[in-house]
């Protein structure tokens, strides 16, 4: 479980050191036939979509709001957010050249759910604890019907290169 509050790392000098500071590390990204996990056009970088992957393994499964847990549903999009973070990692090559500009945070939940920005409230923090300004970001959080591979939250973001 990632738990951001409990560790400082505003004290750390780059963001690599903060995010292990934190007890996290970026995952490995497995290649896919159908898409690349970032596409890079003018300045700005589009990082695909990302589950809550660990180890290849889905986190979690089901709706937020019935099957999932606000707590629960908080705690993917972290991974689902440290997933994008390896992409855009892989797109500019260091940690510190990350800017992210927009996320988007895809919450399959209930029609009468209505916390989709709790839920992206984590992912928000842990990115600002990570990069600090650089993590700061434009964000729209989106209740939807369903998600691939029935995953309760999908980030898809863009980015530069800081």
Same mark, same amino acid.
């Given at each position: 479980?990632?738990?951001?509050?409990?560790?400082?790392?505003?004290?750390?000098?780059?963001?690599?050191?903060?995010?292990?500071?934190? !007890?996290?590390?970026?995952?490995?990204?497995?290649?896919?036939?159908?898409?690349?996990?970032?596409?890079?056009?003018?300045?700005?970088?589009?990082?695909?979509?990302?589950?809550?992957?660990?180890?290849?393994?889905?986190?979690?499964?089901?709706?937020? !709001?019935?099957?999932?847990?606000?707590?629960?549903?908080?705690?993917?999009?972290?991974?689902?957010?440290?997933?994008?973070?390896?992409?855009?990692?892989?797109?500019?090559?260091?940690?510190?050249?990350?800017?992210?500009?927009?996320?988007?945070?895809?919450?399959?939940?209930?029609?009468?759910?209505?916390?989709?920005?709790?839920?992206?409230?984590?992912?928000?923090?842990?990115?600002?604890?990570?990069?600090?300004?650089?993590?700061?970001?434009?964000?729209?959080?989106? !209740?939807?019907?369903?998600?691939p591979l029935n995953s309760p939250v999908e980030i898809q973001m863009v980015i530069t290169a800081a």
């Amino acid at each position: 479980m990632i738990k951001i509050h409990e560790t400082s790392a505003a004290n750390t000098d780059s963001a690599s050191d903060r995010l292990q500071a934190l !007890g996290l590390a970026l995952p490995e990204l497995r290649e896919n036939p159908y898409y690349v996990h970032h596409r890079t056009v003018g300045s700005s970088i589009y990082i695909s979509g990302q589950l809550p992957y660990r180890d290849g393994d889905l986190l979690g499964q089901g709706v937020v !709001g019935r099957d999932v847990e606000l707590e629960a549903a908080q705690e993917l999009a972290r991974h689902a957010a440290l997933n994008a973070l390896a992409a855009a990692v892989q797109a500019v090559g260091d940690l510190d050249r990350v800017r992210i500009v927009q996320m988007l945070v895809f919450v399959a939940s209930t029609p009468d759910f209505g916390e989709q920005s709790q839920v992206a409230n984590a992912a928000s923090e842990l990115l600002i604890e990570v990069l600090g300004e650089n993590g700061r970001h434009a964000r729209t959080a989106i !209740g939807v019907a369903g998600l691939p591979l029935n995953s309760p939250v999908e980030i898809q973001m863009v980015i530069t290169a800081a």
